[in-house]
């Protein structure tokens, strides 16, 4: 039988993570930030290129699947990130590319960052479904806590890093840091995946049974109640989450009249309440035994229902004209942000072994496909809200207060289906003993 993974173990795939951080916070920003102000591209291209990356991420349940029916999941992980790699460096080689030729370039960007989506898609989710298989119960909350605040401090290190190496920027100076960030990203992976997971015997493989085609694997996961409402609950609550994204620091400085340099702390303030929102929920979590699963609902409930109440508060302060309330409002808001989706993150990989076995990479890609889906839609959606409610107000003030109070309504509802995903789940585990019981008798 295989082992449980220790917290070695859970380090050892925080570092995958991390070097999946890496790579993806230089396509995200540094090359952003680089097609529109150094290349003057308009901002909805590198706009276009995120979304892309994610959109292809939707084939998120099929890699899941892949996983699941291989049944060795660092091939995916390794292979997954050995694409993601590859496509970030052709994603610098492409940005540099445009300040000669931008057709050229372009085309090259659209590929490159098609390989982003697939490789983080197919890394990301087996590496998630590694966890939820090998991690033992106890553990899981502030196991996720731990790899996700790692990707965190990928996000962190490269962008210092890599933004203190490209000055004084060049081209060239470009591939060279983004290709050095790809290398150490795999090796970092490779090691870190060195006897993580031991190798099936040909009798193990022989007694594992045969996994049904994928639509038929999709369709019995969908069947699923709990599965199907924590699909849509990951959905409309990570579109709320992600919503704000790209309004918040232009509504410090439209309606409060921050600078971009203030505004910018701002976006931080926020960060560090998400982390300390998942840090509180890991150890809220690790404090309780038997009841962490009711723990991790609460937080999930909790999390949306004070992230809705925040952001109508950011509202109030706006049409109060109370600047002095805005920091200590974000940062209680991201505060929130960072409980829900940390007990979210907890939860599906506690939820990914529920139901049929061997199908964990599959639901967590669906819920993965959902997560995708929400992020590549939300900050877009959320831009395009308050253009429309400008235009039909004529005032910033009122528009971004009627956009932050929509997504209030989504958190809402969020908490709602959040609220359905615990009984489900209190219903499940009241089951098993019995369903155990009699195979056991049989």
């Not at 380090?11 to 999946?20: D, F, H, M, P, S």
């Not at 996000?155 to 960030?181: E, N």
């Not at 890991?282 to 309780?288: I, K, L, P």
């Not at 509802?413 to 195979?439: E, I, K, M, T």
Request: hydrophobic share 55%; glycine share 12%; proline share 4%.
């Amino acid at each position: 039988m295989t082992q449980p993974l220790g917290w070695l173990g859970i380090l050892r795939i925080g570092l995958v993570q991390t070097a999946l951080g890496a790579v993806v916070v230089l396509t995200t920003s540094t090359l952003n930030r680089l097609m529109v102000v150094e290349i003057g591209l308009a901002a909805t291209v590198p706009g276009a290129l995120v979304a892309l990356h994610y959109a292809v991420q939707m084939l998120r349940p099929r890699w899941g699947y892949g996983s699941d029916a291989g049944g060795r999941r660092s091939v995916w992980i390794f292979g997954g990130m050995a694409v993601l790699a590859t496509g970030g460096f052709l994603a610098a080689v492409a940005t540099a590319w445009m300040a000669t030729d931008v057709t050229a370039g372009l085309c090259l960007a659209v590929a490159a960052f098609l390989l982003i989506g697939i490789g983080v898609g197919a890394s990301g989710t087996s590496l998630l479904a590694l966890l939820a298989q090998r991690v033992p119960e106890h553990r899981r909350a502030p196991a996720a806590t731990v790899v996700w605040m790692m990707m965190i401090v990928g996000f962190i290190v490269t962008a210092g890093v890599a933004g203190s190496l490209l000055d004084p920027y060049t081209p060239q100076r470009l591939v060279a840091v983004s290709g050095g960030v790809s290398v150490i990203a795999m090796i970092v992976t490779g090691l870190a995946l060195i006897g993580l997971e031991p190798r099936a015997d040909a009798r193990e493989s022989a007694e594992r049974p045969a996994k049904p085609p994928f639509r038929e694997a999709m369709a019995e996961v969908w069947a699923e109640p709990q599965a199907r409402r924590f699909t849509i609950f990951v959905f409309v609550s990570m579109l709320a989450y992600n919503g704000q994204d790209l309004i918040l620091e232009p509504f410090a400085g439209l309606v409060f009249g921050l600078t971009p340099g203030e505004t910018t702390k701002l976006s931080g303030v926020q960060h560090g309440g998400v982390l300390a929102g998942m840090i509180l929920m890991a150890a809220a979590a690790r404090a309780f035994g038997r009841s962490k699963n009711r723990v991790l609902s609460g937080w999930m409930i909790g999390g949306c229902i004070a992230s809705a109440v925040l952001l109508v508060g950011l509202s109030v302060a706006a049409f109060a004209g109370t600047a002095a309330l805005l920091r200590p409002l974000v940062f209680l808001l991201g505060t929130a942000n960072g409980a829900f989706a940390g007990a979210a993150i907890a939860s599906m990989m506690a939820l990914a072994g529920d139901g049929r076995g061997g199908r964990e990479g599959t639901r967590m890609g669906m819920w993965g496909a959902a997560q995708a889906i929400a992020f590549g839609s939300g900050g877009f959606l959320g831009t395009v809200a308050v253009d429309l409610c400008r235009l039909l107000t004529a005032d910033a003030l009122t528009a971004y207060a009627a956009v932050f109070c929509g997504e209030a309504a989504l958190f809402i509802f969020s908490a709602v289906l959040a609220v359905r995903v615990g009984r489900d789940g209190a219903a499940a585990r009241s089951r098993a003993p019995a369903r155990a019981a009699s195979q056991a008798s049989a």
